[in-house]
């Protein structure tokens, strides 16, 4: 069973950057479709960015469509999410996340989940 923990979290003005790190232990992460997601107080979780376990082209939330991008490490077993031009209403808990393969990058297709790291965008 695959583990995650996020990292990379933290306080940011509107405009920065910041970049989120998700370790794995145990099986190899290439073996997963992986996500990111995030979640707002009082909102439900939703998908940020995903990819597929093969070459495949990541999907994108429409609000965050050129400003994030998902990557993988294969060396270190890391997936990244690279955020920039932060806006306050990215502001939540940021999850990765695992899946055998996904139709949607919608939380209800994803199995294993790291415990989560607090991004907070404002002035």
């Known amino acids: 069973q695959v583990q995650l923990v996020e990292s990379g979290g933290g306080l940011v003005q509107p405009g920065g950057s910041l970049r989120l790190s998700c370790s794995a232990s145990?099986?190899?992460?290439?073996?997963?479709?992986i996500g990111w997601f995030r979640q707002a107080p009082g909102k439900e979780r939703e998908g940020v960015s995903c990819?597929?376990?093969?070459?495949?082209?990541?999907y994108y939330a429409d609000s965050v469509q050129g400003r994030f991008t998902i990557s993988r490490d294969h060396a270190k077993n890391t997936v990244y999410l690279e955020m920039s031009n932060l806006k306050p209403e990215d502001t939540g808990v940021y999850y990765c996340a695992t899946s055998w393969g996904f139709y949607y990058c919608s939380a209800s297709e994803f199995d294993y989940w790291g415990q989560g790291t607090r991004i907070t965008v404002e002035s």
């Open positions: 145990g099986p190899t992460l290439d073996l997963y479709a």
């Open positions: 990819m597929g376990s093969g070459a495949s082209i990541p």
